[in-house]
């Protein structure tokens, strides 16, 4: 049940970033509101780290898959691709699209075990559910 929780509060939360984020650029621009959430994050990371576990970023050193890494830098792209979608389709219409494009490519990954995750079988009613969440959108946008 936390997991489940914990999923919605992130899709709030990455729903308001987006309106934020695209407040910010509307009076700086792309790069520097992207610049600015990324570094903020940092900070809070920093800081959370600071006060619980304290692992040693040295281990990063001793990762099994090191293109893992680029996680920061999609990231980054993440909020520059946030911002945009928001801006140019309103924060509605771009996190119905964010989701299933998340949810679509979160399916082909387990599909075929791709990044180290479990392979999983195919399943039809995983298909209609993606293609019931694109109907969704469409009826939504109409």
Request: glycine letters at 8%; hydrophobic letters at 55%.
């Amino acid at each position: 049940m936390s997991g489940v929780c914990i999923a919605l509060l992130s899709g709030a939360l990455m729903s308001i970033q987006g309106v934020f984020n695209t407040e910010v650029t509307k009076q700086t621009s792309l790069w520097v509101s992207s610049a600015f959430v990324q570094f903020t994050a940092l900070l809070v990371c920093l800081t959370a780290w600071l006060f619980t576990d304290r692992t040693s970023f040295l281990l990063l050193g001793n990762m099994k898959q090191p293109y893992m890494l680029l996680a920061g830098v999609i990231g980054a792209f993440i909020t520059v691709t946030v911002v945009k979608s928001m801006a140019d389709l309103g924060p509605a219409r771009a996190a119905m699209l964010i989701v299933i494009s998340q949810l679509a490519v979160a399916y082909v990954i387990e599909l075929f075990g791709m990044f180290g995750v479990e392979k999983q079988p195919f399943e039809w009613r995983k298909l209609i559910g993606l293609l019931v969440s694109v109907t969704g959108i469409i009826v939504f946008k109409w």
